[in-house]
């Protein structure tokens, strides 16, 4: 029996090799970054229990930055991640702050690097994710020097792309070597990785699974929302008009998806009758969900803040520590692989 379960053990490690040895990992599980709840306690806890951790820099300033980062290596010796958004106004100086407290590894979020950011990380050896959401843009990306992708699908909790997970997997999988690809999106269990990690992925990042982790801040009025909550919850905010945008994002509904339904009907009625510019309505539309996450999430008001979640949520069902939930992946996609060995 100690044979068949070291053979499992191995045979996972052989499978996720590549993603472990580029995070520097036991696992190579990402605890994907949450704005609001990837900060110290979660990062550290997921790093330390042989995950990789990524901070959520959000909209922070270079100095919240630092003083995140040095708590965070305070709290773990264990490699971490610093995701920053691509569109922030200070990207240059965040960058700064990375290779200043020695950052190992950014992924970068909501937009595609310049070569500039590349040169600057390239000259600290700090390692480049980025997100890929087609086979051209991964090409593209690879092109200009980035060291690893994430393929994010739309089963994912928080902003989300078009397609899911499963397409882009197979869009892109088979088709990228050149560098670790890294899938996310709706992974809720061990089999699940499993099955990517057989398809070519070097490993796989999970958010919505990390966030009922003892370890993690959210208040536990947001925690208790995602413990009852079931797959089906979990819904992309929907656009009502073709002229005015609104960026997809997945969230538990709640009274705030509903009243942002009302809201663009409103608004939309507005500037028909002409008492709103376009662009007024635009912004009325876009402003809505600002300050929204960290409503729900720190203040607790899960009626009116977002709830960002994935599918996946199905799959949280109590509070457990980051180690017992990275256990539980592990245990599962251990079995999954000794159901195969059965087999041959
Ligand atoms: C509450 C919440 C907040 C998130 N915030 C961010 C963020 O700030 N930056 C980012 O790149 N991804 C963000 N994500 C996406 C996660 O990093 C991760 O890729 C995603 O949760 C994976 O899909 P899953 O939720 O199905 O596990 C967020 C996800 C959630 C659920």
Redesign the pocket.
Known sequence: MENVQRFMYDTLGCLWKRGADFLGTKYSVMG????W?SERNLVSAISNNGGFGVL?C?SMMPDQLKEEILATRSMTNMPFGV?LVAMHPMLRELVATCQDCNVSHV?L?AGLPKRELIEQLKSSNIKLMCFAPSLAIARKLIKMGVDSLII?GM????HIGPVSTCVLAQEILPNIDAVPVFV????GRGEAIVQYLHMGAAGC?????F?CAKESVAHNNFKQVFIRSNSRDAVASVQLDDEFQVVPVRAIANNATKEFMAVQKKTIEMYRNRELTKEEAQLSIERFWVGA?KRAVIDGDIENGSL?????VGFVNKEQTAEEILEELVLQALNYLARFKEVA
């Open positions: 994907g970054a949450m704005s709840l959520a959000g995701n992924v979020a994010e089963e994912a909790g928080g996310a999106g709706g992974i990042q999970l958010g919505t699974r966030v996450l960002m979640a994935g599918q996946s």
